[in-house]
C-alpha cells in the first residue's frame, strides 16, 4: 500500500462500545471510516460524525444501506451483538456482510468473536441449550464464515470482560451495586475474570488493519487483567472513594435461578474462562494492555457519575 493511500475502513455497530472505540483511533490516523446507523441524531451516531466518520441510514437487514456503506472501502471491521430473541439473525448478519464487502473489494477484515469461540464445547458449566453456549456456538459459525470467505487478511480477536461493563451504562445490568453498594454475583471468590478495557481491542484492531500480514489468519484472545471479583471491587471502591463489596450467590440460589435468570447463567459460563484463553499469545503481539485499575483512572469522571 502506497503512502498516497489513504484507507477506508467500514465499521459495523459504529456506535457500541467497540466500534466507536474503533472509529476515535482510525480518525486519528487520518484514516476514512465509514458506517451505517439507524438512528444519525442519536448522541453516538453525532459524536461520530463530528469525528469525521460518514454515516448513512440502514440496519443489518438493510442490503442497500449495507452496500452503500461499502462502496469505496477496502477494509473491514466487524463486531456483531446477538439478539438473544432469535439468535441465527447474527449469523444471518455477518453472511450478508462479508458477502457485501467481498463484492465491494474490502480485502482485509478484523471480526471480533468471543473467549471460548474457536472451541465452545470446552465450556461445559451451564446446559448447552443456555443462551451463552448456544450465542458462542453461533459466533463459532461465524468465525468460520470469515476464514472461508476468501478474504486476502482477516483475523478474528476474541475479547474478554469489558471493564467498561462496571460503568454506566452497563453496570445498570447489577442492582445490588447501587442498592447496596455490593455486586452481588454468580462468579465464585476465586474467579479470575478475564478483564479487557474496550480501548485495547480498538488499538489491537486498528494494528490489524495498519499490517494486516502480520495478523493474517490469527485468532487473539483479548486479556488485559485478571482479578477476582473481590479485588475488582477493591479497585472500584478506591476510584469512587466509596466502599464497594463483592458478596457472592450460594450454590442453591444459582441453581433456583439458572433457567429463569440469564445473568446468573452468564456469570456462571464465566467461571472457568481463565483455563480457555491464550495468554501468552496475545503478548507475543508486543501491543501494551491496560489494566483495570489504569482503567479506572483514566475514565475516573465515569466512575464518579455511576457511583454517585
Not at 153 to 178: C, Q, V
Not at 214 to 232: A, E, K, N, Y
Request: aromatic share 8%; charged share 20%.
Amino acid at each position: 500500500m502506497s503512502n498516497s493511500h489513504v484507507p477506508t475502513v467500514y465499521v459495523v455497530a459504529a456506535t457500541g462500545t467497540q466500534g466507536s472505540a474503533v472509529c476515535r483511533q482510525l480518525r486519528q490516523l487520518d484514516w476514512a471510516v465509514r458506517a451505517t446507523v439507524r438512528n444519525p441524531d442519536s448522541l453516538q451516531a453525532q459524536a461520530l460524525a463530528k469525528l469525521g466518520v460518514v454515516l448513512n441510514v440502514g440496519d443489518w437487514d438493510d442490503t442497500d444501506a449495507l452496500a452503500a456503506g461499502l462502496a469505496g472501502c477496502d477494509k473491514l471491521f466487524m463486531a456483531l451483538v446477538a439478539n438473544y430473541r432469535d439468535l441465527d439473525n447474527e449469523r444471518v448478519w455477518a453472511q450478508r456482510i462479508l458477502a457485501l464487502a467481498k463484492a465491494a473489494g474490502v480485502s482485509n477484515v478484523i471480526y471480533t468473536s468471543s473467549i471460548s469461540a474457536d472451541a465452545p464445547e470446552k465450556r461445559t458449566l451451564v446446559p448447552p441449550d443456555h443462551l451463552l453456549p448456544k450465542s458462542l456456538f453461533c459466533k463459532n459459525i461465524i468465525e468460520g464464515l470469515v476464514q472461508r470467505a476468501g478474504f486476502a487478511h482477516w483475523t478474528i480477536l476474541r475479547p474478554g470482560f469489558f471493564m467498561s461493563n462496571m460503568l454506566d451504562p452497563k453496570a445498570r445490568m447489577y442492582p445490588e451495586l447501587f442498592e447496596q453498594r455490593t455486586w452481588l454475583t454468580a462468579l465464585t471468590a476465586e474467579t479470575r475474570l478475564n478483564l479487557i478495557d474496550p480501548e485495547d481491542i480498538a488499538r489491537f484492531a486498528v494494528a490489524a488493519l495498519q499490517d494486516p500480514a502480520r495478523f493474517h489468519s490469527h485468532g487473539i484472545d483479548l486479556v488485559g487483567d485478571r482479578l477476582t471479583p473481590v479485588q475488582m471491587m477493591e479497585a472500584l471502591s478506591a476510584a469512587a472513594g466509596r466502599d464497594i463489596k463483592a458478596a457472592f450467590y450460594t450454590d442453591e440460589q444459582v441453581a433456583q435461578a439458572m433457567d429463569k435468570n440469564p445473568f446468573i447463567g452468564a456469570q456462571v459460563f464465566l467461571r472457568d474462562g481463565e483455563k480457555c484463553v491464550d495468554a501468552e499469545k496475545v503478548n507475543s503481539f508486543g501491543i501494551p494492555m491496560g489494566s483495570f485499575k489504569g482503567f479506572l483512572a483514566r475514565e475516573q469522571a465515569a466512575v464518579i457519575n455511576t457511583y454517585t
